[in-house]
């Protein structure tokens, strides 16, 4: 789990450089939008990466209580 959401900020952080080069001449305001825009998707797969994990955990220990 640890190991998956490091290389997924070096790739965030890959993104963003690219980003930075790319799109030097944007406002401000649509940088904050794409930062934004890109945590809500990192933390929302992470959310369900963890939530499938867990209830698989959880499956796995009453399968063991039974």
């Known amino acids: 789990l640890r190991l998956v959401s490091s290389s ?6 890959f993104f963003w450089v690219f980003f930075e080069k790319v799109f ?3 406002p401000l305001t649509l940088h904050l939008l ?3 825009f890109l945590v809500f998707f990192y933390f929302r797969a992470k959310l369900l990466y963890y939530y499938r994990f867990n209830t698989f955990y959880v499956g796995l220990k009453s399968v063991n209580f039974l």
């Open 24 to 26: 030097s001449a944007w």
């Open 8 to 13: 997924f900020l070096l790739v965030l952080i």
């Open 34 to 36: 794409l930062a934004l």
